[in-house]
């Protein structure tokens, strides 16, 4: 079964570690009695009167800064504990939620796909849709989720533990080529070759950035693929991992249910403390793989 025709399976009761369980959002610093509030960030955008709404929760409870996160959340240092409630509730007030700390799905990261000139893929789109289907969600650890709209790969999203990278493939129509070289000029890649008896495309070289289609202005290229490739197993920090690539791609239409199915398994199947490569690199990938259905 190949990854476009996953279906969704039943829900499951999920592990959580109970150790790291505390409250979402509230984070010890140095200094006993102070913490930092992290505020989510939905696809790493918010309103402007939410920015105001910080500014003001930050000078009246804090020291009057707002720092952002590496995932595209903000904090907010220097609350007393003591007025974590009342911090917490003016922020609501705006629509601002607290979160993305312990063993759960972390908040989304994704690039500016979705007006990004380079962008192959609605990734600000699919960043709410993953948010609000798995957001918070208790795990045996940490999931962290990224999205990139394009090769670019802006959202690094192989040191994550699934990480989507959308593509264009490019189809020639040689009727109507000039042979302007316009494509081969923006090919990085050296994926395109204009002759006299026509275009070359090297399949091998091409990465899917599809910057040859966005530039030709004659419109003879076209979209053949546009759907993302699947990473899955990567992390960060103390201990890096790169994520290994699933066969095969996604269509963008499946990627929130094929999230689903993928954290499901890893609920099933991690040990607690135990991050998603950790997982695989126990069980095998190949048998990762065959479980969640992915061809070889």
Avoid at 24 to 36: D, M, N, Q
Wanted: proline content about 3%; aromatic content about 4%; glycine content about 10%.
């Amino acid at each position: 079964m190949r990854i476009d025709t996953l279906s969704r399976p039943p829900l499951l009761q999920v592990m959580t570690d109970t150790k790291k369980n505390g409250q979402a959002g509230v984070l010890r610093l140095r200094e006993a009695g102070i913490v930092s509030l992290r505020v989510k960030a939905v696809a790493g955008m918010l309103s402007a009167e939410q920015l105001e709404a910080l500014a003001v929760v930050a000078r009246k409870y804090g020291e009057g800064d707002v720092c952002t996160t590496a995932r595209l959340n903000i904090e907010m240092p220097g609350i007393q504990r003591a007025d974590v409630s009342d911090a917490s509730s003016a922020l609501s007030e705006a629509g601002l939620v607290l979160g993305s700390t312990g063993p759960s799905v972390r908040s989304v990261v994704a690039c500016k796909g979705s007006i990004c000139r380079h962008g192959c893929c609605d990734t600000f789109g699919l960043a709410r849709e993953l948010e609000e289907t798995e957001g918070g969600r208790p795990l045996p650890r940490k999931l962290k989720i990224a999205i990139a709209g394009c090769p670019n790969n802006c959202a690094r999203v192989q040191f994550n533990d699934i990480g989507f990278m959308g593509h264009r493939y490019p189809r020639f129509d040689e009727d109507a080529c000039t042979q302007c070289s316009a494509c081969e000029t923006v090919c990085k890649e050296n994926a395109i070759t204009v002759t006299d008896g026509g275009i070359l495309l090297s399949a091998d070289r091409c990465i899917g950035c599809g910057d040859c289609i966005t530039t030709c202005p004659q419109d003879a290229l076209s979209i053949a693929d546009d759907r993302l490739t699947l990473f899955l197993g990567g992390r960060a920090g103390r201990e890096i991992r790169f994520g290994t690539t699933v066969p095969g791609r996604v269509a963008e239409g499946d990627v929130a249910a094929l999230t689903e199915r993928i954290i499901t398994y890893f609920a099933e199947n991690a040990h607690d403390g135990e991050r998603f490569g950790q997982m695989m690199d126990r069980m095998g990938e190949e048998t990762v793989f065959r479980d969640l259905g992915f061809d070889s």
